[in-house]
């Protein structure tokens, strides 16, 4: 069985083995077969297409486990992107896999990673956490539990609702930086990047139109206070350090004017045995 990727939106990110393996296969699983055949029409593949959704897929799963048993290659589809990511697939392979059934993945686009890829974010680890849920209690809930995230959170979110989602954000959250890329690898393709405040005032204006990616960074990290009576009293302490030096290291590392520091550093001076 393959999981074959086709374009979020542009077709010209269709791969040369992808219309390769579909127009070998011997049937084709699709989510939407009428919008598929669009795609299949575009690339000359003739390919057989049966449904593959959400609703059908016990029934139509065991069809085509049965197909893949009798050696048929199968290929799996969805309306965009990869097979799987937020797109039903997922308990065919897992049975699949369970029969002894090879299953090969066909790679492309998917949209989470071409928003994290063009993001300017942290892309070292991240994490995929797909759609919001559309009811504003779950929906906090979730962001809730990914309050403390200290990676990358990337969303799927319908443009309708992403206002309501960055106001939760932000009321979650707090004030973090984020990515909202819009309508990838299409006309209209957008980036807005900035703090949620920052975003959403870049929204107010105007309807949010077409597929979002929502990446939002991990919390700043805010720097503990340095203590500077501590470390005035570590450098007095120290032979090797003049006084000036002293009040010139303080100064530079607690960011306090250097006149603060002075003073302190002779009121500290007296308490030294
Ligand atoms: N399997 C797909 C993938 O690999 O990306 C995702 C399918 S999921 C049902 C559809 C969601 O993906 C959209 O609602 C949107 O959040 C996101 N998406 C898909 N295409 C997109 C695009 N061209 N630009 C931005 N987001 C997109």
Redesign the pocket.
Do not use: F, H, P
């Given at each position: 069985m393959y999981i074959v990727a086709t374009p979020?939106?542009n077709l010209e990110d269709m791969t040369f083995r992808a219309v390769r393996i579909l127009k070998e296969a011997d049937l084709i699983a699709a989510e939407d077969t009428r919008h598929s055949r669009r795609l299949l029409n575009h690339f000359g593949i003739a390919g057989h297409l049966t449904s593959y959704f959400d609703h059908n897929k016990s029934l139509k799963g065991e069809y085509l486990l049965e197909r893949l048993r009798d050696g048929a290659h199968v290929a799996l589809i969805?309306d965009?992107?990869?097979p799987c990511?937020?797109?039903p697939g997922y308990q065919l392979v897992r049975d699949a896999v369970a029969a002894g059934i090879a299953v090969v993945p066909i790679p492309g686009a998917?949209?989470?990673v071409t928003?994290l890829s063009a993001s300017g974010l942290p892309t070292d680890s991240f994490t995929f956490a797909g759609f919001l849920p559309s009811k504003q209690g779950k929906r906090r809930e979730k962001l809730a539990q990914l309050r403390d995230e200290g990676r990358v959170v990337i969303y799927?979110?319908?443009p309708h609702r992403l206002p309501a989602a960055l106001a939760d954000l932000l009321e979650v959250c707090g004030e973090r930086q984020i990515v909202v890329?819009?309508?990838?690898?299409?006309l209209y393709e957008e980036f807005v990047r900035g703090s949620v405040t920052e975003v959403l005032a870049s929204f107010a204006h105007r309807e949010v139109k077409g597929?979002?990616?929502l990446l939002v960074a991990p919390a700043e990290e805010v720097a503990a206070p340095v203590d500077s009576d501590e470390l005035l009293n570590r450098y007095l302490a120290d032979p090797n350090l003049s006084f000036r030096d002293t009040v010139s290291m303080v100064a530079a590392e607690t960011g306090v004017p250097r006149s603060e520091i002075y003073g302190r550093a002779l009121e500290l001076r007296k308490t030294l045995p």
């Open positions: 979020i939106g969805s965009a992107g990869t990511i937020s797109d998917s949209a989470a928003a799927y979110e319908a890329a819009r309508e990838l690898t299409k597929e979002i990616v």
